[in-house]
């Protein structure tokens, strides 16, 4: 009876419904569109380490980020191939340059430099072209959504990086960094463009034999290689993504405009609720008379905020999933991993809850003496 | 069946400055199968006492005692117990909530605590709703229904859990003379024929004719009691 109370007070007192909806809807609508493009920046931000399919990557000693690795040699190549654990090792090579456009200007680019034939670490999903088409010493892939910066050009059509002539051979889908525009080269051609000196890397790939046990096969890397940095892909792309968090202060900007989402949406609840008890005080105080104690009235209160949690959270998911949907394969960087809706809502319901406790105070204050007049 | 006794209750209220008494120590005892009236001027005590009886107030001083039990400082959540269990209000307004349908205003009274509301009890609130010549507005809110109608709901609403005890605080005070008179006739039907203990607070001279027993108060004292013998006093017409 009382969820029944609360259900059709909320229907019957529809603006301040209205009101407090908004408020929820707010809440999960501006924190959710605030954290997909922060993990969609986050994904950005280690995009070349999480599609590598790599098991681990060796870098030079005490690497901070993806980014800023110093060249290692080459010889380790062998020294790790020699690991009955491992399965295959793979070097790859950045460096950066700046890419003749369609339109006779130039862009800043991103140089990853793949080892033939292999290509690890290159492009993963590709939008036209074939991956294949890289083992030409004079191709080039850039993504789909670059396009535009390089006044699209055609596939097949030549340019230059650096001096040196290059053909976009393929176009990729979703390659897209924080640090820069990728583009994907065979290892020699970048080495020629960034003029690094032979025989060395900035990191290699390591996948594991199927069966290997992972713990012992990276313990031994690591006694392998003390003067490198023996990491995981998950440990390196876990650490680039806190280096750009904490050190370019997206994620103090993304945390400020988040709480302040989530402050605008309990302000919100707690005036609208606030509000609408404050007209139902009269209402209260009959049930206290009747025979309700402060804890039916809490219950109906609660039931109140739950229900306009639960249709608002709704509400705010629902527009959530359109804005992603639309805003998907755009140049807006969205991504909501599974675990963040649910969590949403949770924290949400939280809030809406923590949201009525001023308009709980109020209706516990309701006098049952004051019906009688 | 339940009968009320009080003894030497009385209430004082702090009015910001100082504390006042508004009710001097009171022995009344009530008896079911009677309708009482407390009549008296405004400002004569006579809505504390029943916020008194009807344990939404707490005496300053005194006992009182529900069919043998005491029940003068109960806790809050005992008292709502005890009022859901044993008392019926009829208010000055109707005090219907809107948003809920008339049944559902009668059966907030029953459910208030969460009970469980079987379908039977429905099938009762039709019938009383038809008893008390509101066939058919089950279903209606509130506002679509006249005043009259409303306080004749409300009166439902005190029925529905069949209490021992019936308090009305001035029921016939927002209602025209003939609408008043019948719901005048509903109560004292109810005190006498179903054996209920039913107080009537009201200083409209036109209940009186209803009372068994008729007790005026003034300055929060009792100066008449036709119970008592002292049917000297009682001509309070408002």
């Given at each position: 009876m009382r969820s029944t109370v609360a259900w059709r007070l909320l229907r019957h007192d529809r603006s301040a419904t209205a009101g407090a909806l908004l408020g929820v809807v707010a809440i999960v609508f501006l924190v959710g569109q605030q954290l997909s493009i922060l993990f969609g920046l986050l994904q950005y931000m280690s995009v070349l380490?999480?599609?590598?399919?790599?098991?681990?990557?060796?870098?030079?000693?005490?690497?901070?980020?993806?980014?800023?690795?110093?060249?290692?040699?080459?010889?380790?190549?062998?020294?790790?191939?020699?690991?009955?654990?491992?399965?295959?090792?793979?070097?790859?090579?950045?460096?950066?340059?700046?890419?003749?456009?369609?339109?006779?200007?130039?862009?800043?680019?991103?140089?990853?430099?793949?080892?033939?034939?292999?290509?690890?670490?290159?492009?993963?999903?590709?939008?036209?072209?074939?991956?294949?088409?890289?083992?030409?010493?004079?191709?080039?892939?850039?993504?789909?959504?670059?396009?535009?910066?390089?006044?699209?050009?055609?596939?097949?059509?030549?340019?230059?990086?650096?001096?040196?002539?290059?053909r976009l051979t393929a176009i990729t889908e979703g390659a897209r960094a924080f640090q820069g525009t990728l583009v994907f080269l065979p290892l020699d051609q970048v080495r020629d463009m960034a003029q690094t000196p032979p025989g060395r890397y900035s990191a290699i790939l390591v996948g594991f034999q199927p069966r290997a046990d992972q713990q012992t096969a990276l313990a031994r890397l690591r006694a392998l290689l003390p003067e490198c940095s023996v990491l995981t892909t998950a440990e390196l792309s876990r650490r680039t993504q806190l280096y750009y968090l904490t050190n370019t202060g997206i994620g103090g900007s993304f945390g400020f405009s988040t709480t302040i989402a989530v402050l605008i949406g309990i302000v919100i609840i707690t005036l609208t609720m606030y509000a609408s008890v404050l007209q139902r005080t009269r209402d209260f105080a009959v049930m206290r008379a009747l025979g309700g104690r402060r804890r039916d009235i809490a219950v109906i209160v609660l039931c109140q905020a739950v229900i306009v949690g639960g249709i608002g959270i709704f509400l705010g998911l629902f527009l959530l999933a359109a804005l992603l949907n639309a805003t998907r394969g755009s140049d807006i960087p969205s991504f909501l991993p599974a675990v963040v809706p649910p969590l949403l809502a949770g924290i949400t319901l939280l809030v809406s809850l923590l949201g009525s406790l001023v308009a709980l105070r109020k209706a516990l204050q309701a006098d049952p003496a004051s019906v009688f007049h | 069946m339940a009968d009320l006794r009080l003894e030497n209750i009385a209430r004082d209220f702090y009015d910001g400055r100082q504390l006042r008494r508004v009710l001097f120590p009171i022995n009344l005892t009530f008896k079911p199968g009677e309708l009482t009236v407390l009549a008296g001027p405004s400002g004569s005590g006579k809505t504390t006492l029943l916020s008194i009886i009807g344990l939404v107030l707490r005496p300053s001083e005194g006992r009182m005692w529900l069919s043998g039990r005491e029940v003068t400082g109960l806790a809050d959540d005992v008292a709502s117990k005890m009022r859901l269990a044993t008392y019926g209000f009829v208010f000055q307004q109707p005090m219907l909530i809107d948003g809920l349908s008339v049944q559902d205003n009668i059966l907030l009274a029953l459910g208030i605590q969460g009970a469980h509301i079987p379908g039977v009890v429905r099938q009762r609130v039709a019938e009383l709703l038809t008893s008390l010549g509101l066939a058919d507005t089950a279903r209606l809110p509130p506002q679509m229904i006249s005043g009259g109608m409303k306080q004749r709901v409300s009166i439902a609403r005190a029925l529905i859990k069949d209490p021992a005890i019936i308090l009305c605080d001035e029921p016939t005070s927002a209602l025209d003379a003939e609408n008043g008179q019948v719901v005048m006739g509903i109560l004292k039907k109810i005190a006498v024929a179903e054996k209920r203990l039913v107080v009537v607070v009201s200083h409209d001279a036109r209940v009186f004719p209803f009372a068994d027993r008729l007790i005026k108060m003034e300055n929060g004292t009792v100066v008449a009691d036709t119970a008592a013998g002292k049917p000297q006093g009682l001509d309070v017409a408002s």
């Open positions: 380490v999480d599609h590598s399919g790599a098991d681990v990557w060796i870098t030079s000693a005490s690497v901070r980020n993806v980014d800023a690795v110093n060249l290692i040699p080459g010889q380790y190549l062998e020294r790790v191939m020699g690991l009955p654990e491992v399965a295959w090792a793979a070097p790859i090579l950045f460096g950066n340059g700046l890419m003749r456009t369609a339109d006779d200007s130039f862009e800043a680019v991103r140089l990853v430099g793949l080892h033939r034939p292999r290509l690890q670490g290159g492009p993963w999903a590709l939008a036209q072209g074939r991956v294949q088409a890289l083992l030409d010493l004079e191709s080039a892939a850039v993504d789909r959504l670059d396009l535009k910066k390089f006044a699209h050009p055609a596939l097949g059509s030549l340019t230059e990086i650096n001096g040196k002539r290059v | -």
